[in-house]
């Protein structure tokens, strides 16, 4: 079962109390293509421009991962700069946006890519969410992630869109804002209310939740010590969570609490270092065995 | 099994975004006392003045718990007056203190409560916490609570009672101001250098960990889409940890996760109403019966 992802592909220049990096590989689809592919066969859709590396087409390459999707534009891709603070590493304080490629972008997704089962619509403007949604009409499990700025000015278009989709995911902070409620278990309830089946909400540090009318399943993060760079985290989680659904065929609700200590666990190993650097090489066997830890750490006996 | 706690013995007036109450039943040893007794038998040593209300003596007495220990003074009760706000629950903002007659109290325990093996040192001056810790000389199993203010203001003496205590039990805030870090995980396992068995951290909403040198353990909280008054949580928590670990006499790492399950769920009952209001006639069987729900909401296939 493949999965087809559309979302950004990025420069980014990220600041974090343990270092710097600037213009590595980033983007939202970037990550969630990464970490799907331990998974599953996943085809990477997006935009880059000429200023874009060769080696990062190569490690998708690498990854098994079908970049015949990825569009090549006169201009520059789109960058990204931001920097987090110590003691609130779950939310980045953006510094520079250069839309670039991306402004325009409203892909035609070939007939190979629009017709696969799994469909992540990365972050990006509801309205061309909605029409990527629309090219894939065999899709059997729709994500959706979004920011608080599509939340606060596209609201509508959001609103519309999420009537096609499966499954929400979204972090605390755009729950909250979303719902407008200060608790988080109600801002899940209150989402299945939009026409969802399913509401992942992602707590960084703290964990996730999954919500659907009858059934509720959480688990707290991987325990680290040290967290160099949150970026990329809640795109590899979703991805190793579409990622595991995509590998079992199975959509049941137990199906689904596994994708989402996958998810857990990929997303650990994200945060670890620098942008891609230390999901860039990951298996399937190195999550297992990292995994295998993590179940002991949150099995009631 | 018996427990023996020490601490504050209270009138509570409380302000939360959804009622207030005023003089109800309150500090960290009735909370500690009343989830306790679910689990073990509890004598709760404390003090109260001549101005306390004999129902909540009753109250007690009715939960099979050993009010012997409680001293009873010319004066006027502990009283503790606080708010707390929307999208803030976890911590409370102080309104007013009345230390009374808790501000002479040094408790001499009758040696059958100061035969208990296991022991709570209910939030209080660590070094009143020292000379109880003291008198405990068949202790298997000694907590300690402990806050901010002690923390900043008696840090030599609550660092003298921590190498005579096998478990700390904090809460987020408190554990990143006692080691200065700002990841959760790292303040865990520097706490374990104090001289420490256990380090139990609680996260309010988002669950708690247990961290000793070569195990972990974490769990999510109880899913609340209302939390009406998060005052007492701590103190139940603690007391349904250490009732259970002293209704199993198994002081095992897997014990300790099937306490920390207990601990979480009967928190999750404190918070549903005011005060004591919801686990004053609390039942093992009524814990069980939700803690059953909860296994399924955080069990990994």
Same mark, same amino acid.
Request: charged letters at 30%; one cysteine or more; aromatic letters at 6%.
């Given at each position: 079962m493949s999965i087809t992802v559309v979302g950004s592909i990025a420069f980014d220049s990220i600041e974090t109390p343990h270092g710097k990096v600037e213009r590595v590989l980033g983007g939202s689809s970037s990550y969630f293509a990464i970490a799907a592919s331990n998974f599953a066969d996943v085809n990477l859709v997006g935009i880059v421009g000429d200023?874009?590396?060769?080696r990062h087409l190569e490690l998708f390459k690498e990854r $098994?991962?079908?970049?015949? $999707?990825i569009e090549h534009s006169s201009g520059k891709t789109f960058a990204w700069s931001g920097a987090y603070e110590a003691g609130s590493l779950d939310s980045a304080i953006t510094r520079e946006v250069h839309i670039n490629v991306l402004g325009e972008y409203s892909p035609k997704l070939a007939e190979k890519h629009a017709s696969a089962e799994y469909i992540f619509l990365a972050n990006g403007h509801p309205a061309l969410q909605k029409s990527i949604r629309g090219q894939? +009409?065999?899709?059997?499990f729709v994500m959706l992630d979004t920011m608080n700025l599509w939340i606060e000015t596209a609201r509508d278009d959001l609103m519309n869109v999420l009537k096609d989709v499966d499954c929400l995911v979204l972090n605390e902070g755009e729950a909250l804002l979303l +719902? %407008? !409620? !200060?608790?988080l278990v109600a801002a899940g309830y209150e989402l299945l %209310? #939009? $026409?969802?089946e399913y509401v992942l909400l992602k707590k960084g540090q703290h964990g996730s939740m999954l919500f659907t009318k009858n059934d509720f399943f959480a688990l707290p993060s991987y325990? #680290?010590?040290?967290?160099?760079d949150p970026t990329g985290a809640g795109d590899s989680f979703g991805g190793a969570f579409l990622g595991q659904l995509a590998r079992s065929k199975d959509l049941s609700f137990e199906s689904m609490k596994l994708a989402v200590m996958y998810a857990t666990v990929t997303a650990s190993f994200t945060v670890e270092?620098? $942008?891609?650097d230390n999901i860039r090489d990951l298996s399937f066997e190195i999550i297992e065995s990292r995994a295998t830890k993590y179940r002991k750490m949150v099995t009631i006996p």
């Open positions: 200023d874009f590396d060769q $098994g991962i079908d970049i015949s $999707g894939c +009409t065999k899709a059997k +719902t %407008e !409620h !200060h608790n %209310e #939009l $026409g969802l325990p #680290l010590r040290v967290v160099k270092e620098f $942008g891609v």
